[in-house]
């Protein structure tokens, strides 16, 4: 029976279809008519021909993002992966044919009469261009076509749905209050369908979470994930559910959702990471066994060897919440050596290393761990600039203590007998001509692997000459420049100069240094007998060794002065650059001892006077304030401790002298040059003990310049500049600068017809129409003709419904200019020039070749080809197209 009425159907539909053909023929397929075989005609059309297809390609493309696009577990998860940009490069040709198709049908098949669409999938087709535009990246496009469809086809199905894609498109371009009003909007509809209603709590989610708002983002996001369906989908939002509780502290919480992930069981590089991210929930309260075991388990299993630095980062991360901090220093040194290229992980494993030694504190190592940190770390982490600047303290002070060491260890060779310092010299040479046996062995040994095809390419090796060092200075630490691939492995990419792991590289030697042979010898020394000792360059020799030492009593004074002013240095840093009163005092102290009359005797009383004070160790600041009074009656130290207004009273001073230099900078700049210079001189006499009495004396230089001319000017700035070199080097900075420009200017005089700089001959114009340009060598390097071919396709293939361009032109002799046209505004041309350098497929080649390209305006362009002036272009359009950066 079923099958007889199925028959029947397919006549009448035959008969139907027979009969539409036979009218439409006779009368045209006009979109003019309304009647019902126009009607049904192009409404057949639209559905199966356009909106079918373009709504399966976005179907299409959407489960293959799902599927395939690998999240990011390294940063909080997006809500939906298509808002990653790049995640959506692989869709940018298919919604580019889902647009093409969609107006295809609207410009064959639309029937508009007084306003009214007579075509069912007209609306539809809207819609569908407005999420094509919206995974394309043009979010402004893709909210005009969502919001003409919410607002022309209200009583449509499509209505609803555009309104929350439009919500989701405001989320997309940060404009959060228009999207809480749109959902607002959304939520009030009581006819949402189901799969609407879900996302729309997802995009509500969404929007609160770019605001960091979890508390409000939670319960949005776990309705949604009650009614998801799909479990991959539903295993990555509990994922991120997790993440949420962990950022807020809620430990037990994150667990739970990181344990259903682990459950669910659906991807395991998903599983590792909600394994990892449960280990790093782990408060050291207990249950931390099971944890700990599934750990390592994962370290025997080899499907997880790629993951081996994230696994030891975990077990430190356990081990430092249990108190256990030998052992995370440990695993986090385990995690840096296990990295197979994971610079992200390496970096957070050296941080951990460089905050666990800085809190002890152990500065030495911390500072070697936080150097490596900024070298692996994203700029763009929070605590990047802190760690920047932190390294750098800790570098200047490890610069100091580095000074003490080498010239304490310079001094006691000094103090040998010559025979005892033979014999650390001889032991010095065997043991440097054993590493470079051994070296070469290995050297030799691991280029017979590769030769042989033998190298397993773990990178696990370890360096030649990595092993041994010496406490002397002398003994060179470096390493013979093999095996660079596992030193960029292991340390990152690093400036290329020697001794990079120290921070002061004074005391380590070039290796190709030690073994010019230009000359046999390095001068001439007087030692501790007063005999001229010739140096030699060959490190095989004794010679070679003495001729840093300090022998003499003059080089003797000139090491201790460097040791006085290294501690002095230290302490000033531990207090003043790391708050560490302790050991600023301990350094301070230690100073004072050894040098009981060193130059900054004064200053350190003072300081230890005021840090005991600090830490309320009232003992000893009675005993330092004693020390500034008795010893140094005279000057400011004391003079502040005896009367606390003294600083009052010379800020009072101070004021005056600004009043007055004020008022002298006044007539310098009405040019009243002999009034200046009378004030400047009252002010070097009153105020010449401030701060300010560098200040008159600059002016006071300068306007003396003004009236006797520049010889006279360069006198007395050289005056100051000489002067100033300690009292106030901004001052003498400053004239010295004024100096250089003296010297520009008389430089510039002396040229004939020096060229004026020009200004930019190119204005910067948003709105005016734009050409997308790439230079091709025109030397017959390249086959032109087969990129711009590549070039066609990619337009082709991504911009078929923009109707652009492709134009050759010979810029010069060795450029080939190959311009794509038009583009209506910048915003554009810079969309259409990101996903150009961006393409892995089409226009790979050109993108490797790292050919120069650019975008331009019309009037730019003519300019430009006018000039033939490549280099000023560039750096205008570098300047004023900040967009282009990828």
């Not at 959407?62 to 992966?81: C, G």
């Not at 309260?285 to 790629?306: P, Q």
């Not at 957070?348 to 150097?371: G, H, N, T, V, W």
């Not at 087969?786 to 396709?793: A, E, F, N, V």
Request: charged share 35%; glycine share 4%; aromatic share 12%.
């Amino acid at each position: 029976m079923s099958k007889k009425i199925a028959g029947i159907f397919s006549i009448s539909l035959l008969i139907l279809v027979g009969t539409l053909c036979t009218i439409l023929i006779a009368g045209g397929c006009s979109t003019k008519k309304t009647g019902w075989a126009h009607r049904t005609y192009h409404n057949l059309n639209s559905r199966f021909n356009g909106y079918f297809n373009s709504k399966e390609i976005i179907k299409f493309d959407e489960l293959e993002m799902e599927k395939n696009v690998e999240d990011d577990y390294d940063k909080m998860l997006p809500v939906f992966k298509s808002s990653v940009e790049e995640n959506r490069e692989f869709m940018m040709s298919n919604m580019e044919t889902v647009i093409e198709k969609c107006t295809r049908v609207i410009n064959l098949h639309s029937i508009e009469r007084r306003g009214k669409e007579h075509v069912e999938w007209i609306d539809d087709c809207y819609f569908l261009m407005g999420k094509a535009n919206f995974y394309k990246g043009e979010f402004l496009e893709a909210k005009k076509f969502f919001e003409f469809v919410s607002k022309k086809f209200k009583d449509k199905n499509s209505a609803l749905p555009s309104m929350v894609w439009l919500a989701r498109t405001h989320v997309e371009r940060e404009d959060y209050e228009k999207a809480e009003r749109v959902l607002r909007l959304v939520e009030a509809e009581s006819e949402l369908e189901e799969e609407y209603v879900t996302m729309a709590r997802l995009i509500t989610a969404d929007l609160f979470i770019r605001q960091k708002n979890y508390p409000l983002a939670i319960p949005e996001l776990r309705l949604a994930i009650d009614e998801i369906r799909k479990k991959r989908v539903k295993s990555r939002l509990i994922f991120l559910m997790g993440q949420m509780y962990k950022e807020m502290g809620e430990y037990d919480n994150a667990s739970k959702e990181f344990t259903k992930v682990v459950d669910i069981n659906l991807n395991y590089r998903e599983v590792f990471f909600a394994r990892i991210e449960r280990a790093m929930c782990y408060d050291g309260e207990g249950g931390g066994e099971k944890v700990r075991e599934e750990l390592l388990d994962m370290l025997d299993d080899e499907k997880y060897i790629e993951f081996r630095d994230r696994i030891y980062y975990a077990l430190a991360e356990m081990d430092y919440n249990e108190g256990n901090l030998e052992a995370a220093k440990e695993n986090l040194k385990k995690s840096t050596a296990a990295s197979m290229g994971d610079t992200k992980q390496k970096g957070r494993s050296f941080l951990k290393l460089a905050d666990i030694y800085f809190a002890e504190p152990s500065y030495e190592p911390a500072q070697m761990y936080y150097d490596s940190t900024v070298q692996f770390l994203d700029p763009k982490h929070e605590r990047y600039e802190e760690l920047v600047k932190l390294a750098e303290n800790l570098t200047e002070l490890v610069k100091h203590i580095n000074v003490i060491t080498e010239q304490d260890s310079l001094q006691r060779l000094a103090q040998m007998s010559p025979k005892e310092r033979e014999k650390i010299f001889d032991k010095v040479i065997r043991e440097r001509e054993e590493r470079e046996r051994r070296e070469q062995a290995e050297l030799e040994a691991a280029e017979f692997r590769r030769e042989m095809g033998l190298d397993d390419g773990d990178g696990m090796q370890q360096l030649p000459g990595m092993g041994g060092g010496g406490k002397w200075y002398f003994y060179n630490p470096q390493t013979v420049a093999a095996g660079e691939d596992e030193f960029k492995r292991i340390w990152g990419t690093r400036q290329n100069e020697d001794d990079w792991r120290r921070s002061d590289k004074r005391q380590v030697q070039n290796y190709e240094d030690l073994n010019k042979s230009d000359a046999d010898t390095a001068g001439f020394i007087v030692d501790e007998s007063g005999d001229t000792i010739e140096i030699s360059n060959d490190w095989r020799e004794y010679s070679y060794y003495l001729k840093d030492l300090p022998l003499t009593e003059e080089k003797r004074a000139a090491s201790d002065t460097l040791i006085m002013e290294a501690y002095y240095q230290k302490g000033i840093v531990y207090r003043e650059k790391l708050d560490d009163h302790e050991k600023s005092i301990e350094t301070f102290e230690e100073l004072n001892q050894r040098f009981p009359e060193h130059m900054n005797l004064a200053s350190t009383y003072y300081r230890l006077y005021r840090m005991n004070d600090e830490i309320h160790n009232d003992e000893r600041a009675e005993y330092y304030k004693n020390k500034v009074l008795n010893e140094f009656p005279d000057t400011d130290y004391a003079k502040i401790i005896l009367d606390p207004s003294f600083l009052e009273r010379e800020n009072e001073l101070l004021k005056e002298a600004t009043v007055h230099y004020e008022k002298t900078y006044g007539f310098f700049k009405r040019e009243l040059y002999a009034v200046t210079i009378e004030n400047a001189r009252e002010g070097m006499e009153v105020y010449g003990e401030t701060t300010f009495g560098p200040k008159f004396e600059l002016i006071y230089a300068l306007s003396v310049g003004k009236e006797q001319g520049r010889d006279a000017m360069i006198m007395e700035l050289q005056t100051v500049k000489n002067k100033n070199d300690t009292v106030d080097k901004d001052i003498s900075q400053e004239a010295q600068a004024y100096l250089e420009a003296i010297q520009a200017v008389e430089k510039r005089e002396a040229e004939e017809n020096a060229p004026a700089l020009e200004e930019s001959p190119y204005e910067y114009d948003a709105n005016e129409r734009h050409l997308f340009i790439v230079l091709l060598p025109a030397d017959g390097s390249v086959n032109t003709r087969s990129l711009r071919m590549q070039i066609s396709d990619f337009n082709r293939k991504n911009y078929r419904t923009k109707n652009l361009q492709l134009s050759p032109i010979q810029f010069n002799d060795e450029l080939q200019m190959v311009s794509v046209k038009d583009f209506s505004d910048a915003d554009k041309a810079i969309n259409y020039y990101r996903a150009f350098s961006k393409n892995k497929g089409n226009v790979k080649d050109l993108n490797d070749a790292e050919y120069i390209r650019f975008v331009v305006s019309y009037t730019n362009y003519a300019t430009m080809y006018k000039e033939k002036d490549l280099d000023t272009y560039i750096r205008f359009f570098k300047e004023n197209y900040k967009k282009a950066a990828l």
